[in-house]
């Protein structure tokens, strides 16, 4: 690749260029990771144990919104791509090097931190939590798993020859099982079409617990991994440890959808992406099930 050459003329407009003149954003990233986590203490040992979606949330040292929950992130370095500033924070935060990472969203409303005009890339994160020890960063005091649990009710829905708008609450419920941290949020998302075209905004109306705009981030987060789901299932094999059986796959599948999976047509799903192996689950009151891992000729492409 030729590298650009600037002409004379561009090198003295650029000399006399002024770039405070307008100003500028502080450039932050937001991590939502995502893992599938058992429950702390089974309640039939004979059973499969019940797992839940979670997300991980930091409770904050200092001012802004001290003493609340937030998403990991942090400020990007003057060196930094913004993957790049994602990558450190999970791997400060976690531990994790390696992991699903996908960009999902900007967020730069001018009011949504105290501090001034910080706008923040958002990115997902899918990782197995039980091979990680969790950091609490360096404005934060702890870190922590949150179940998160989302629903939905349609408050209004109008619809003209050129025109429709829909109005969607979310219910956002996060408890940390350990301490029995409750955090709740309601955020209404707004869907208008207009000429078929289609603009979505969002707007907190709750906020009980959670810093900033956050709310906003984990729904938006929450969205977009049930989206990816639909289009490609090898997202959820990022939530599973090297070895995992079937049942562990779809209930992770189940957990992200919020639908129960058939699963004969789960089996049938996921079938090319999976190899078994001659290993079993040991040492657990339940029946032993065969173990399975990443077919990689179908993630490898």
Known sequence: ???????EEEKKYLEQYDISRY???????????????????????????????RI????????PYKGSWALPGGFCRPEEDVSETARRELLEETGVQNAYLSLFGSFGEADRDPRGWV?????????????????????????????VEVSS??????????YAGIETEYSLNFRQEETGVVLTAKVTECKT?????????????????????????????WQYLRETLEKDPRIAFDLMPEM?????????????????????????KIADYVIETEKMTEGKGHRPAKLFVRNLKQFYK
């Open 119 to 147: 706008i923040s890339n958002a990115f997902l994160a899918l990782i197995d939590a039980g091979k990680y020890k969790l950091n609490a960063g360096t404005d934060a005091k702890e870190a922590a798993w949150f179940t």
């Open 193 to 221: 079409f207009c000429d078929y075209h289609e603009r979505v905004s969002y707007s907190i109306t709750e906020s009980n617990g959670l810093a900033f705009d956050h709310a906003k981030v984990v729904l938006r987060a």
């Open 244 to 268: 995992f059986t079937l049942n562990q796959l779809q209930n992770a599948m189940e957990l992200i959808s919020g639908q129960e999976l058939l699963t004969a047509n789960f089996r049938r």
């Open 23 to 53: 100003k500028r954003p502080s450039l932050a990233t937001d991590m939502a990771i995502f893992s599938v986590m058992e429950a702390a203490e089974a309640e039939n040992f004979r059973k499969l144990p019940k797992k839940s979606l």
């Open 56 to 63: 991980l949330l930091v409770c904050r040292g200092t001012y």
């Open 1 to 7: 690749m030729n590298k650009y050459r600037m002409s």
């Open 153 to 162: 009710a349609e408050v209004k829905k109008e619809v003209k020859e050129n």
